[in-house]
């Protein structure tokens, strides 16, 4: 599992790290899916920022698995849907 994928569930949905938590909430779409508004970059080095990194990983993950409400839920769903 790559690690902004769990990091950026912990944020959203527990609000753990209350700073990134903040940051991703932001980018929220309020269509209610759940997707993160992706920046547009123009360079592979900041496409490998976090804030670029999560919403990316976050937005191709199933629905299912961004509204998962436990860590272990996320977890299953997010192996068992690759």
Do not use: C
């Amino acid at each position: 599992m790559q690690w902004h994928k769990m990091l950026a569930f912990k944020a959203l949905l527990h609000h753990q790290a209350i700073y990134l938590y903040q940051m991703l909430n932001t980018r929220l779409q309020s269509s209610g899916t759940g997707l993160l508004v992706k920046l547009e970059t123009s360079n592979k080095t900041s496409d490998r920022a976090f804030i670029v990194a999560a919403a990316t990983t976050w937005n191709h993950l199933p629905l299912k698995v961004r509204i998962a409400a436990t860590t272990e839920q996320f977890s299953y769903f997010e192996v068992s849907s690759v």
